[in-house]
């Protein structure tokens, strides 16, 4: 499995972003995915989490603003995010719930 994310970028406060990260291999389509992010000097946390049937769920930090999608036939789990503000910086990250692939991460920058 591998997990290619992408979409990152350097946006200023209220813009928005869509990220998105695609899966190889066939687990995708019977895996929960997530995204998470790692803020520089932070440990890395669960931002939002998207189950085979669309069930999602998000950090209290995000909700309302940022909204997981998925695709299971595209193999691609998608992340867009708005109304940005600046402690939205850092590594974004998707993962396979409940294993150990994650992708390499994009880097997602809010600054004016």
């Known amino acids: 499995v591998q997990l290619v994310e992408s979409g990152g970028d350097l946006v200023q406060p209220g813009g928005s972003l869509r990220l998105s990260c695609a899966a190889s291999g066939s687990l995708f389509s019977i895996k929960t995915m997530g995204w998470y992010r790692q803020a520089p000097g932070k440990q890395r946390e669960l931002v939002a989490g998207i189950t085979v049937s669309g069930t999602t769920t998000y950090a209290s930090s995000v909700k309302g603003r940022f909204t997981i999608g998925r695709d299971n036939a595209k193999n691609t789990v998608y992340l867009q995010l708005n109304s940005l503000k600046f402690e939205d910086t850092g590594v974004y990250y998707c993962?396979?719930?409940?294993?150990?692939?994650w992708g390499q991460g994009t880097q997602v920058t809010v600054s004016s």
């Open positions: 993962r396979m719930i409940g294993t150990d692939y």
